[in-house]
């Protein structure tokens, strides 16, 4: 074993050590370092399919002694495991918590259109709109998916004129399967059906409004519904005497990205507090008003709050005043039984530690190929990347063709992402995936441009009577062809390191019940179903990640790219990085700029609120994930002179995010 290797191998061995030592620690976190038992679960729902959650149980909570019990339900896009903070702060303090994977995602396979929609929408707060003004329309054309997402905000409790369509169609269960997964809890031995609560985070907000109405009035009705990040409705909007809601907490994000949660204003100004369906809400008039301030009381349910949060949308799951907030509602009204203080909080400490071990991760595949390349049947990429001023632009034109690449990247990125989310007309059968069409949609047409500009100035070349084709492409060694054979063993390579990547989530999830991600659910085992899925979407992803590194790491080749060492490695990365990630950047500083100075999002301001949300809310992880990939690209170009090995694995990497845990249709 010669020196490289040893050290290749020393270096994977501390990886991946690093990994399981980080996810060990995690475990015990999440299980309160023994005080917790974690398990998972399936549901039966009729003859719909299965839903999939993870069990927070204290040791305290027996049949003798029972517990109060919390439903935890996710945000749109996300899955259990988001909700792990407050699954891991209220086990801690002696509630036996069900994390659920709601319709079309995580590892549930019912699918998300179980949950029903109207052929209309409303584009304000229920039980204020009208037909006369246009803000209640009938949604006539459109596919169904789109139908869909303009009923999020639509309820299943609701009057019939908003839960029902003119065509037959209707909201049939707005709870993602919360109803049935909170009639589990109840029924629990160690779970005391008196005290119960329910608590979600954006779409599960809705789900949580549903639970709570669903079992008003009954002996097992929530006794609490913490609602992060969520809408408040008009009492007109459902039957207001039949239907209560005990002790509701709001957690309101002041830079929420989503116009449903600031009440449909550009910004959630200190007087929102003032609005008549805020005051309806807290049972108190103008004078009175305040943000919080708990009003009423939790001994006949009508203690209401509404809690201001510095922070955006996606990150109020993590936000310590959030959940301190949200830990002593529970605390007062199920009467939680704790000498622990809000404020006192270690979940972070786990969701750092699955961070490290994430990053770990990814990274353990680069000494793991550089093992690989010793393989005689990959040896043949074992080709460093040499000098060739004749390759390499000049950086006037290399920072030309660099601005034109991020402009053309910040202004398809919002259009192209929601046109795919929702009007896409792709067959909803084969490409279910919603976020997932959203980058395919965005995706299809920057290959259009890419090949478009590539064989533009292929022509150029050929006429010029230069060495053109695969010079210009820049896929392999040879000057004037593409190497097939290379691309295949490229493609091969790549999976190779995708799968020891998946080996170690997989061993993970296996022994720490654990994923890897931060915040957001980044990588996971696959279901059969959602396999199935990567395949569907796997060509398109690699097809952009080729043309995309081809055109950014060789025809853009910029001057020291071929320098030795880490300031070489260094002077190519940024380029590179700038090529991927600038026209993202762009988008989160026309988004952001705007909301922190109080005007309201970027993309709302300018487009419509059509084109904010989601794909908005999304670059917050998706921009990171950008410059780890080009730190990928980089290495693995620089490693074999060719774009193959990079550009299929952040492909694979890509789409496993993409089709991993999130939305199915």
């Known amino acids: 074993m010669n020196n490289t290797v040893k050290k290749n191998l020393i ?86 918590v069900m994390c659920l994977d709601e319709y079309g995602h995580g590892g549930t396979d019912i699918p998300m259109r179980e949950r029903g929609w109207t052929n209309h929408r409303v584009k304000v707060n229920y039980g204020q709109d009208s037909e006369a003004d246009g803000t209640f329309v009938e949604v006539n054309s459109g596919i169904q998916r789109y139908k869909l997402l303009m009923n999020f905000s639509n309820l299943s409790f609701f009057n019939d004129h908003y839960s029902k369509g003119t065509d037959g169609s209707e909201v049939k269960d707005s709870s993602m399967g919360g109803i049935a997964a909170y009639a589990v809890l109840a029924t629990m031995e160690n779970v005391d059906p008196s005290k119960l609560g329910v608590s979600g985070h954006s779409m599960g907000t809705w789900a949580s409004w549903s639970v709570s109405a669903f079992y008003s009035g009954t002996d097992i009705m929530p006794k609490a519904t913490v609602l992060q990040c969520g809408e408040l409705f008009n009492s007109k909007a459902y039957d207001a005497d039949k239907i209560k809601f005990n002790n509701v907490l709001l957690l309101n994000a002041k830079y929420d990205e989503f116009n449903y949660f600031r009440d449909y204003e550009d910004f959630v100004r200190p007087d929102l507090i003032d609005s008549p369906l805020r005051l309806e809400f807290l049972g108190v008039d103008a004078v009175k008003s305040m943000w919080n301030t708990t009003f009423g009381s939790f001994t006949d349910g009508s203690a209401r709050r509404i809690e201001l949060i510095s922070n955006n949308h996606r990150l109020t799951t993590h936000d310590a005043h959030a959940m301190a907030a949200a830990l002593k509602w529970f605390a007062d009204a199920l009467d939680l039984r704790t000498n622990l203080r809000p404020r006192n909080q270690i979940f972070m400490f786990k969701e750092a530690l699955v961070f490290i071990a994430m990053i770990c991760g990814i990274f353990s595949m680069l000494p793991f190929m550089e093992l690989l390349l010793t393989i005689p049947f990959f040896s043949v990429m074992d080709k460093r990347l040499f000098t060739d001023s004749s390759r390499e632009r000049r950086m006037g034109k290399w920072w030309k063709g660099a601005i034109i690449t991020a402009l053309i990247s910040f202004a398809t990125y919002p259009f192209m992402t929601q046109l795919g989310q929702g009007l896409l007309p792709l067959p909803e059968n084969i490409f279910r995936m919603t976020i997932g069409n959203g980058f395919l949609s965005w995706y299809l047409l920057l290959i259009i441009i890419m090949l478009i500009t590539t064989l533009t100035a292929l022509k150029k070349a050929v006429k010029l009577g230069k060495h053109a084709d695969g010079r210009m492409l820049g896929m392999g060694y040879e000057e004037k062809r593409i190497d097939w054979a290379l691309m295949g063993r490229g493609a091969l390579l790549a999976l190779c390191m995708a799968a020891f990547m998946y080996i170690e989530v997989l061993l993970c999830q296996v022994f720490f019940m654990l994923d890897f991600r931060f915040i957001w659910p980044f990588f996971k085992t696959f279901t059969p179903m959602r396999f199935g899925q990567f395949l569907v979407y796997i060509p398109v992803f690699a097809l952009f990640f080729l043309l995309n590194n081809s055109k950014i790491f060789a025809q853009m080749r910029a001057v020291h790219s071929a320098d030795p060492g880490a300031k070489g490695f260094w002077c190519a990365w940024w380029k590179n990085a700038f090529c991927m990630a600038a026209g993202i950047f762009m988008v989160i500083l026309l988004e952001y700029i705007p909301f922190f100075m109080g005007i309201g999002p970027g993309a709302d301001l300018l487009f419509g609120s059509t084109f904010g949300g989601p794909f908005m809310s999304l670059l917050i992880v998706f921009f990171p994930q950008i410059l780890v990939f080009s730190v990928i690209c980089t290495y693995c170009y620089r490693r074999t002179s060719c774009v193959y090995p990079g550009a299929f694995v952040v492909a694979v990497l890509a789409c496993w995010v993409v089709t991993g845990g999130s939305a199915l249709f």
């Not at 003859?47 to 019990?69: S, V």
């Open 11 to 96: 270096i994977l061995l501390v990886l991946v050590a690093a990994i399981f030592a980080c996810m060990f620690f995690a475990n015990q976190i999440q299980k309160d370092f023994g005080d917790v038992i974690i398990t998972e679960g399936c549901i039966e729902v009729d003859d719909l399919g299965t839903l999939t959650y993870k069990l927070y149980t204290p040791k305290t909570a027996t049949k003798d002694d029972k517990a109060p019990g919390v439903l935890l339900l996710h945000g749109y896009q996300n899955d259990h495991e988001t909700s792990a903070g407050y699954g891991i702060e209220l086990s801690r303090r002696g509630a036996v």
